[in-house]
């Protein structure tokens, strides 16, 4: 399967007491699907990927294979800050039915350019599944430079994909591609439309809760018709910004945003979570509903 495109990375629900909210996930996924994305990605940053256990992991990855049914590619995320740890996760996500991995790099202890290489390609060889080189140095404090990730891509075909997270990502983006590589827009896709105009990436991976929107601007973005994209990206882009405060901000404005549209009952997040300030929540909420009566527009 190709990974490029829009793909969302799936928010994590949770009942009141924390459980995992199987049913609230299913209905995320179908939404998603129903609004035409590429692929679906598990275990990002935005999964809350920090708060989950090995048993958390493997039952949502369950939920997550059974429900796309082989629709689009499953990207699942499997970094650990040991080698075989991360390895043995890759190899199950394989076993369950992946199509890709996401991989942060080992960020515990400072890696050298050695542990790095070996990381990914160990990775790559558990798997046997394309591997996403999930470049953030903002959360991990770990650079990745060109040189290196070229070199891996050179060592491993299947190391072929970037997400690059540390916007601006044009000339990195420029010299991965240049080299054969599969680059993907992170950061929120709040840096997109700029990523678009310079035509540096094969895709994105936004929040799940309007994919309708997302999609949208992915296919005008590959119908080469700017004016229309813009037009759209502007008006999400107050919301864009505004979750993009903090990781926590992120999470919670995606729930925020299912729950206002029915598809899971509540925003829980597992502790530690610091909540949005509950002076900015009106301008959020009038954000995120100015979001949602956009998905009007584009179903």
Known sequence: MTIQGCLPVLATPYDEEGSIDHGGLARIIELNLASGVDGLTCFGLASELYKLDDSDRLSILRTVVTTVEGQVPVIVGCEHSGTLVAARRCQQAAREGADAIMLLPPSFTPPSSESLIDYFLACAESADLPIIIQDAPAWTGVQLPADLIIHMHKSDSRVGIVKLESPPIAAKAQELTGAGLTVISGFGAVHLREDVELGVIDGFMPGCSIPEVMVDLWRLACAGRQEEFNSMFDRLLPLLIAELTDLDTFIEVQKLSLAARGVIEGTTSRQPHKP????????????????????????
């Open 276 to 299: 949005i300030d509950p002076a900015r929540m009106k301008y959020i909420d009038d954000r995120i509903r100015n979001a949602l009566a956009m998905t009007k527009d584009v179903m």
